[in-house]
C-alpha cells in the first residue's frame, strides 16, 4: 500500500539556519507529492507540490524535488524564520487512481530568536 | 480564509448528544473528505464523498454519520461518542480530473471536539 514515512520531530533550530525535514514515501503508481503546513489553531494548508520526477516544488522559500530513485521528496529553506514555527506534513496522492492523499505523521519545528 | 468553511469551530458535547459538524466550500471542488487529528497520531482520513457519493469509510464506527446533499456542503453527524473521540476533525475539498490528477486539498480550520 501507500504510505509515507517522515522524520520525527520536534526540530528545534534558531533563526536564520537551514532547515531539511526528510520524507519518503512507498506507491505502487505515479504519486503526486505535496508538503502541507499546520500552523497553530488552524487546519492544513498546502505548501507546494510536484507531480512527477525531477520536478521541484517551492513556495515562501520551501523547496522540495521529488527524487524518484531514492523515493524521496525532502523539504529545504536556506534560513528558517520565527513565522515558520509549525507542523509539516509529507503527503502523497497515487495516480492515475487518484487515490485520497495519506499523509506522514507531522515534524513540529520551533524556530526561536 | 481558506475557501473551506467548518462550523463550529470549538464543540463540548456528552456522550448521550447528538450534534452535527458542517463543512461548507464554494471552490467547484468535486471532492470532499473528513479527517480526524488526534495527538501523536497521523491523520486519519475517515471519508471521502467524489461527486456526492460516498467512495470511501475508512472503517469509521457507525456513531460518526457523513452527510453530503450537495458538492458544496458536508455533515458529519455525531451521537453516543466516547471520551477518545476528542480530536480536531479536518475538512477538505478537492478537485480531481481523471487524466491530471489530484490537484491538492484545501483544508478548513477544523472543528476541535471535546467529547465530555
Known amino acids: 500500500g501507500n504510505s509515507v514515512t517522515q522524520m520525527e520531530g520536534p526540530v528545534t533550530l534558531s533563526e536564520e539556519a537551514f532547515l531539511t525535514i526528510n520524507c519518503t514515501y512507498t506507491?505502487?503508481?505515479?504519486?503526486?507529492l505535496f508538503w502541507y503546513v499546520q500552523y497553530p489553531g488552524e487546519g492544513l494548508q498546502l505548501l507546494l507540490k510536484?507531480?512527477?520526477?525531477?520536478d521541484k516544488g517551492s513556495n515562501k522559500g520551501f523547496e522540495a524535488t521529488y527524487r524518484k530513485e531514492t523515493t524521496s521528496f525532502h523539504l529545504e529553506k536556506g534560513s528558517v524564520q520565527v513565522s515558520d514555527s509549525a507542523v509539516y506534513f509529507c503527503?502523497?496522492?497515487?495516480?492515475?487512481?487518484?487515490?485520497?492523499?495519506?499523509f506522514g505523521k507531522g515534524t513540529r519545528l520551533s524556530v526561536i530568536a | 480564509e481558506t475557501g473551506v468553511t467548518q462550523t463550529p469551530r470549538h464543540l463540548v458535547m456528552g456522550m448521550t448528544n447528538k450534534k452535527s459538524l458542517k463543512c461548507e466550500q464554494h471552490?467547484?471542488?468535486?471532492?470532499m473528505y473528513w479527517y480526524k487529528q488526534s495527538a501523536k497520531k497521523p491523520l486519519e482520513l475517515m471519508f471521502v464523498?467524489?461527486?456526492?457519493?460516498?467512495?470511501e469509510n475508512n472503517s469509521v464506527p457507525s456513531r460518526f454519520s457523513p452527510e453530503c446533499p450537495n458538492s458544496s456542503h458536508l455533515f458529519l453527524h455525531l451521537h453516543t461518542l466516547q471520551p477518545e473521540d476528542s480530536a480536531l476533525y479536518l475538512c477538505?475539498?478537492?478537485?480531481?480530473?481523471?487524466?491530471?490528477?489530484?490537484?491538492?486539498?484545501?483544508f478548513g480550520s477544523g472543528t476541535r471536539l471535546t467529547v465530555v
Open positions: 477538505a475539498s478537492s478537485h480531481t480530473d481523471v487524466n491530471l490528477g489530484n490537484y491538492g486539498y484545501t
Open positions: 510536484a507531480t512527477k520526477a525531477d
Open positions: 464523498y467524489n461527486f456526492k457519493e460516498q467512495t
Open positions: 506507491a505502487t503508481g505515479y504519486p503526486s
Open positions: 471552490l467547484g471542488h468535486n471532492a
Open positions: 503527503a502523497l496522492s497515487d495516480s492515475p487512481q487518484n487515490t485520497p492523499l495519506v
